[in-house]
Nanobody, 116 residues
Framework: VQLVESGGGLVQTGGSLRLSCVAS????????MSWYRQAIGKERELVAQ????????DYADSVKGRFTISRDNAKNTVYLQMSSLKPEDTAAFYC??????????WGQGTQVTVSS
């Protein structure tokens, strides 16, 4: 199982970024996918999650209305479109999948830095 994130970078306040996570090693279309983030000195937190079909999604209150999670099951890829970025969004962002109650996988992370 492998998750590879990309798309992070440095952006000014109010800017946008789109993160991508390419998955392999499992049947992508069968599993919900999630994005987490972890800022320095803080715990990792759930940002958004999406159902296997992509029809349903849920968001942390702090990103509702600004972030959109989506997926392309034909490309084994999940996305996180981020807009109206704030300095407090600065964090390492991780792609995540729970394959069984005891087996989860994480990507290596991609850094998002929002300058004020």
């Amino acid at each position: 199982v492998q998750l590879v994130e990309s798309g992070g970078g440095l952006v000014q306040t109010g800017g946008s970024l789109r993160l991508s996570c390419v998955a392999s090693g499992f049947t992508f279309s069968n599993f919900p996918m999630s994005w987490y983030r972890q800022a320095i000195g803080k715990e990792r937190e759930l940002v958004a999650q999406i159902t296997p079909s992509g029809v349903g999604a849920d968001y942390a209150d702090s990103v509702k209305g600004r972030f959109t999670i989506s997926r392309d099951n034909a490309k084994n890829t999940v996305y996180l479109q981020m807009s109206s970025l704030k300095p407090e969004d600065t964090a390492a962002f991780y792609c995540h999948v729970r394959l069984t109650p005891l087996l989860t996988a994480w990507g290596q992370g991609t850094q998002v830095t929002v300058s004020s």
